[in-house]
T-cell receptor, first 115, second 111 residues
């Protein structure tokens, strides 16, 4: 069964460093998403991506964040200058389309720890 | 504004019990409702998906939606220790149908 994959599974970085989180969505999916979950808190939407551009983003997704689909398979989230409060699980998700009956499938997550 | 509210738990039940998990939502734009299961430090796994009022059954799981009262439920019959996880209700909205999650209910099924 196709699944969303994410690398790395864990990342430790120093405050102020740049990190890139990588995702490989399900191959025939068209919509891609990033969510984050701070320990003990809700899963929160960050950004959605369709047709090589951002379609929606939350107030969390500020200028420190960017997303890219550099090739036909990878989808990346970059945090330019990490802050302590960026420590969280980051989940990538993908969806085939937005028709009724279609929903999102999540990857296993990347645990980011900013020291 | 808390758009999706969920009973926080934790909930502990004996094996074989019927479990009822509940959420309410406030956004009338929500049309589609999901239940995800999340094991510790893993990604959410889709359990049930529904888009109309009424019941939807899948094995031991039944999802129930009441749009008039903005209430969604998940029932687990004959609960098993392997059902121990956090259960997240969610709904989607927006042009990209991004998900809004509840806070999750942590369920423990005791053998």
């Amino acid at each position: 069964e196709p699944e969303v994959t994410q690398t790395p599974s864990h990342q430790v970085t120093q405050m102020g460093q740049e990190v890139i989180l990588r995702c490989v969505p399900i191959s025939n999916h068209l919509y891609f998403y990033w969510y984050r979950q701070i320990l003990g808190q809700k899963v929160e939407f960050l950004v959605s991506f369709y047709n090589n551009e951002i379609s929606e983003k939350s107030e969390i997704f500020d200028d420190q964040f960017s997303v890219e689909r550099p090739d036909g398979s990878n989808f990346t989230l970059k945090i330019r200058s990490t802050k302590l409060e960026d420590s969280a699980m980051y989940f990538c998700a993908s969806r085939r389309d937005t028709a009724k009956g279609e929903t999102q499938y999540f990857g296993p997550g990347t645990r980011l720890l900013v020291l | 504004q808390k758009e999706v509210e969920q009973d926080p738990g934790p909930l502990s039940v004996p094996e074989g019990a019927i479990v009822s998990l509940n959420c309410t939502y406030s956004n009338s734009a929500f049309q589609y409702f999901m239940w995800y299961r999340q094991y510790s430090r893993k990604g959410p796994e889709l359990l049930m998906y529904t888009y109309s009022s009424g019941n939807k059954e899948d094995g031991r799981f039944t999802a129930q939606v009441d749009k008039s009262s903005k209430y969604i439920s998940l029932f687990i019959r004959d609960s098993q220790p392997s059902d121990s996880a956090t259960y997240l209700c969610a709904s989607d909205s927006g042009s990209a149908r991004q998900l809004t999650f509840g806070s999750g209910t942590q369920l423990t099924v005791l053998p």
